[in-house]
């Protein structure tokens, strides 16, 4: 079965020079990556495999089709679960120990901020995390969709539902294992795909290509992902680790195993966020870490392949550059929040404790309502609601996103800007 997850038929390339990035990545160049790296982590191994009649894809044009008997050849994944440790030159390492205090910075600077700043970031990291798999939508769109507006195209629901996983990816992130990687995929993909939840894969999946034949990657074949996820949790579930590396390389092996028909790169994304959270490296909110990764997507796949060829380095020095850029963007984000929140208080002038206070703080962080959303949230009638929404309307902070009267919408315009904006940041960060 083919993954769209990940649609990229590329070549290999070579990694470049360094490792250093914190005070001399060009943000407008290619990530500076180390080329050399552990001298002991296993690299996978491929294994003769067929294709059973029912496995041969219908729409593979007659001209590249293969003979149902003829052999491809699937990844074998190492086990990694009692490797001795991840050797990395020292000063890949070092980024890595930067990176992860800054991320820490990021997140004590917000824990004030929890209510306002998580939910956003939250979405933004999903945002984010869905367009390295080309799925975009924008601010407003996504915003939207959150609140049940399905006109909005089905990209904004595959981001909300991506927001959602992420959030349970959180919530789980105490009791990492096989159940709690396959609820979060289950979440992302319940509306959209349920007959994939639920269990690891039951077919062959391929990257790339036409068929398994002609792919730029077969991850393993689906009898060997069981035990290939028994032995990543086992890895992840180690403590002797730096959480940095330690999330880094769990998220290349898993990406290597692929265990679902889809959804991988966003699960396997969600599980770096987990793993962070459970190690106490975040506590308030989500780091942006994959607008980090946004910037520079076609490296962050060749890191991928580094990996599988037994160098783990390119993905861990990879992770602390878009941690850096990531924070970055995200305090950028933060400020103009704060600026956006600073004038809606002098526009609106609310009583303390109404109705329309809690609103302007509730659409901060959920910047589309409607009428029944702020009675179920603040417990009041319709009627309180309306006027509320009117005092927003009226002070400019909320705008009617449609024409009809029925099921009108209202959106934080600002928000949506600052939103937009921020993703823009990534676009601009990648390399010419």
Known sequence: ?????????????????????????????????????????????????????????????????????????????????DVTTVDVPSDVLADASEAAAEIARFDAELSGEFASFAAILLRSESASSSEIENLTAGAK????????????????????????????????????????????????????????????????????????HDASFVPPHQDRVPAAMVDLVRFVQRTDIATFVHAAVAHAQFETIHPFPDGNGRVGRALIHAMYRHAGLTRNVTVPVSAGILTDPDQYFQTLTDYRDGNPAPIVSLMSVAAYRAVENGRQLAGELRSVQSEWKERLRARAGSTAEGLTDFVMRQPAVDSALVQSRFGVSQQAADVAIGRLVEAGILVTASASRRNRRWVATDVIEALDQFAKRTKRARPK
């Open 141 to 212: 769109s996504v915003a939207l969709a959150g609140i049940g507006d399905d006109r909005v195209g089905k990209n904004a629901s595959l981001i909300v539902a991506n927001a959602a996983a992420m959030d349970r990816a959180l919530e789980l992130a105490d009791h990492i294992d096989e159940d709690s990687i396959i609820a979060m995929h289950a979440v992302l993909l319940a509306g959209s795909h349920p007959e994939w939840t639920g269990h690891w894969r039951k077919e062959q999946v391929r990257i790339g290509g036409y068929s398994v």
């Open 1 to 81: 079965m083919y993954d769209e997850s990940v649609n990229r038929n590329r070549e290999p390339r070579s990694s470049n020079q360094g490792g250093q990035f914190a005070n001399d990545a060009n943000q407008e160049s290619h990530i500076p990556l180390a080329p050399e790296s552990s001298r002991d982590w296993p690299a996978i191994t491929y294994e003769e495999r067929y294709l059973d009649e029912d496995e041969v894809d219908g729409f593979v044009p007659r001209g590249k089709r293969h003979p149902e008997r003829e052999p491809y050849y699937a990844a074998v994944v190492p086990e990694i679960a």
